[in-house]
């Protein structure tokens, strides 16, 4: 049987209204799962609540098998979280940037720098690992910020929206780590509102609205599901939210 990466059952976080509501999702090991849904769905909310920044009021949630709620420090020492809008410490080099979350989770400092240099150079920032952040544009900040996710060889990587903002180049330099990553036998959870990205790149796919799972599936089961065969994901995607933009 292949083990699951996450398994999250009856999740609910009510802000003034339910954010999420009763939401069951399955992600499997070593596969790369796109979280869509309209603006408001409770994606970021329910990432939030997986990566344990915030309580949900109930459900569970399980990584590789662990309570992330009765034992966080095991669960959280297995994920990796990068929000749409990442913290850097902008006067510090990638290098440094690196270097220091390496140290927060108990990397070696060799395995640290070897490390760095094959994220940075991945993503183009080797030639850029002894300027400060702080004269970085907005794509390259993002880059560091993903780099820093990766530090430790998370099991579980959960970006939001990570290729928003990002030029041709760059979203490039990121997708095809993203899928070296789950190749090398990671896995990653992505919300996007770029559907074409989505089917692309994910094996399976779980739909959101208003804080529960509409659908989940591979792309082709979710078109046999909405009677859309051969069909974009966009086609089955509006069908199945109404016509909510993604
Ligand atoms: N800290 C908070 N306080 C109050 N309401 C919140 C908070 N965080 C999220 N919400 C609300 O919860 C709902 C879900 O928000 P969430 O950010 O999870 O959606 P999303 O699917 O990630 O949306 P988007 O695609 O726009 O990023 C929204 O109605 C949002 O306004």
Known sequence: MVESALEVRGLRKVFTRPAVDNLDLTVRAGEL?????????????????????????????????VDALADPVAAKRMVAWLPDEPMLYDKLTPMEYLEFVAGLWGVDAKSARAKAQELLEWLALWEHRAERCEGFSRGMKQKAALAGALIHDPKLLMLDEPLTGLDAAMARQVKDLLQARVEAGATVILTTHILDVAERMSDRIGIIQSGRLLAEGTLDELRTRSGREGRTLEDVFLDLVGTDAP
């Open 33 to 65: 799962y796109a979280l869509l849904g309209p603006n408001g769905a409770g994606k970021t909310t329910t990432l939030r609540m997986v990566a344990g920044l915030t309580q949900p009021g109930a459900g569970s949630i399980r990584i590789f098998g």
